[in-house]
């Protein structure tokens, strides 16, 4: 039966069905979430049409909005500066803008709200030297607020592939454009920034999905979006048909902003002739030029990372006597046995779906592979309702057809599938990189021993991309421990971990009880972020 091998657009053997299968686990839950807008409406769902749906949309078209424009300023002027300018501290500067990405937005949140708020020791102290009445001091709990936590949050997306854009076509693009006639200024708008745009764009768009799978800071702020909608009706109004219709429309959105970049990446057409033209001379900026330029990094710096960390180390000291007990081994071990699961069983599947695409690289596997990896585009919240409405139906046919008293939903089962369908786009990227640095000629060798299929993945793949695959299982386990809205929404009774801990004392305001949890997850963050350093600096040299 070779017949499936020499198709060109088709492979049914066992890899094709396994392709099939993992693409077919991602597009189930999307399929439940957007055929729920051709059920009949209940009466939870007509009155939030009545009452929030309008609020919700434009809450999140303005929070989107807000988020693009920071994000792409703060991403695009530091990523410039670090990458083609001289100024003091750069090459600090150059690895420390990237570290906010180690923080969640939700732990962002509760420490400005923290800081800033009224009673907060910022206004406190203002109130104390100036007086009750002599000052103005902006809302921190408003729009502009969470825009602000966002855009310091998601930045590093957007000024990682900035740089890396910067860096490829360095100062060269620069001087040419002087050379026709152009100043400094006008040669960076008209020539440097067009040709960066697809990377900014790409960083934009990361940001823009990140912000629309939010829930902890949203929530944090009590600004209502599509994510927090979702989780109302579902556990507010304990509708589930209301949470999967409210998930479809944010489904719509996600899709057109995809449209959007698509449409945008169609238009422009890049190409490299013959070598790169490297990174060239340093702009070398005037004195007054390059301390603004060390100040401006460091109040990003500052404000993004450092004050939020040692704030948190501040209330972590003040309280870990009272509040450290053997509640947190609990909540660590879970955060860990999820991480440690979801990351052992998302590389396992990514590994066989590339293998499957290196035996058949057809058009037909290729779209098997685009299924795939669309999961992360689509927020937590939407994927816990996708998961949980197929679980709930499978339930229903185990009890009554088979008289079974066993239910999948509400398990680690109905968890670790929500994490696979969410995270294997972020393994899919670091495990294919590395297996296609294997030459064809390493499986026609293996191939000639008599070594096939998953021997040859175990004992010829596995050793080589040894790397990749850890870079996988890390990212995944990293994105595990810092992921709210699916373990909130489908965690078993009694498996909390370190992120529904802090969600329950911001919950209830208490910010230094939710410190201690937050600096062990921005530490399990700091791992990816070291990796990601390291491999910059080595393709660097």
């Known amino acids: 039966m070779r017949i499936a091998r020499r198709s060109p657009h088709l492979s049914i053997d066992r890899w094709g069905l396994v392709a099939f299968f993992v693409a077919a686990i991602v597009f189930v839950p999307l399929g439940v979430v957007l055929s729920s807008l051709f059920k009949e409406n209940d009466g939870v769902w007509s009155h939030l049409v009545e009452t929030t749906l309008s609020g919700v949309l434009w809450n999140t078209l303005f929070l989107t909005l807000g988020v693009a424009i920071g994000t792409a300023f703060l991403g695009v002027s530091l990523a410039w500066l670090t990458a083609a300018t001289r100024f003091p501290g750069r090459r600090f500067f150059d690895w420390a803008l990237i570290l906010p990405m180690a923080i969640p937005a939700y732990v962002t949140a509760f420490v400005a709200i923290g800081l800033l708020d009224f009673t907060g020791p910022v206004q406190t102290g203002i109130r104390q030297v100036f007086g009750e009445s002599s000052f103005w001091f902006p809302q921190i709990r408003s729009r502009g607020g969470v825009i602000l936590v966002m855009t310091l949050t998601l930045y590093p997306y957007v000024y990682l592939l900035a740089r890396n854009a910067f860096m490829t076509q360095g100062c060269r693009a620069l001087e040419a454009a002087q050379s026709l006639g152009h100043s400094r200024w006008s040669g960076f708008f008209r020539v440097a920034l067009p040709m960066a745009r697809p990377w900014i764009v790409g960083g934009v768009m990361l940001a823009l999905m990140e912000t629309l799978s939010d829930f902890g800071a949203v929530s944090i702020f009590n600004y209502d979006t599509f994510a927090t909608a979702i989780y109302q009706a579902w556990f507010g109004f304990f509708s589930l048909s209301a949470a999967s219709q409210m998930a479809s429309l944010l489904v719509l959105l996600v899709f057109i902003l995809l449209l959007i970049e698509q449409g945008l990446a169609a238009r422009t057409r890049y190409t490299a002739t013959g070598r790169s033209g490297g990174l060239g001379e340093r702009i070398l900026m005037k004195p007054l030029h390059r301390y603004l330029a060390l100040g401006f990094a460091s109040l990003v710096f500052l404000a993004a990372f450092l004050i939020p960390v040692v704030q948190l180390l501040v209330w972590s000291l003040s309280i870990?006597?009272?509040?450290?007990?053997?509640?947190?081994?609990?909540?660590?071990?879970?955060?860990?046995?999820?991480?440690?699961?979801?990351?052992?069983?998302?590389?396992?599947?990514?590994?066989?779906?590339?293998?499957?695409?290196?035996?058949?690289?057809?058009?037909?596997?290729?779209?098997?592979?685009?299924?795939?990896?669309?999961?992360?585009?689509?927020?937590?919240?939407?994927?816990a309702v996708g998961v949980f409405i197929p679980l709930a139906w499978l339930d229903n046919q185990l009890i009554d057809r088979l008289q079974l008293e066993f239910t999948l939903k509400g398990t680690l089962l109905a968890m670790l599938l929500a994490y696979l369908v969410r995270f294997l786009a972020v393994a899919h990227h670091a495990v294919e990189s590395a297996m296609k640095r294997i030459s064809k000629h390493i499986d026609e060798s293996a191939r000639n021993l008599g070594c096939t299929g998953f021997d040859m993945l175990r004992r010829v793949y596995f050793p080589i991309m040894r790397g990749g695959i850890l870079t996988a299982m890390v990212l995944v386990f990293v994105d595990v421990m810092k992921e709210m809205p699916i373990t909130l929404m489908t965690r078993p009774f009694g498996w909390d971990t370190l992120a529904i801990r802090i969600f329950e004392m911001t919950s209830e305001g208490e910010w230094e009880r939710a410190a201690l949890p937050a600096l062990a997850v921005i530490v399990a963050g700091l791992v990816p972020v070291f990796l990601l350093t390291r491999n910059g600096n080595q393709e660097k040299a």
């Open 320 to 383: 870990i006597k009272e509040d450290f007990d053997s509640r947190y081994f609990s909540y660590l071990g879970h955060s860990l046995a999820l991480g440690t699961m979801a990351s052992l069983l998302t590389v396992c599947v990514v590994l066989m779906l590339a293998y499957a695409h290196r035996l058949h690289d057809t058009r037909f596997m290729k779209i098997l592979v685009r299924i795939s990896t669309l999961g992360y585009a689509l927020p937590g919240s939407v994927l």
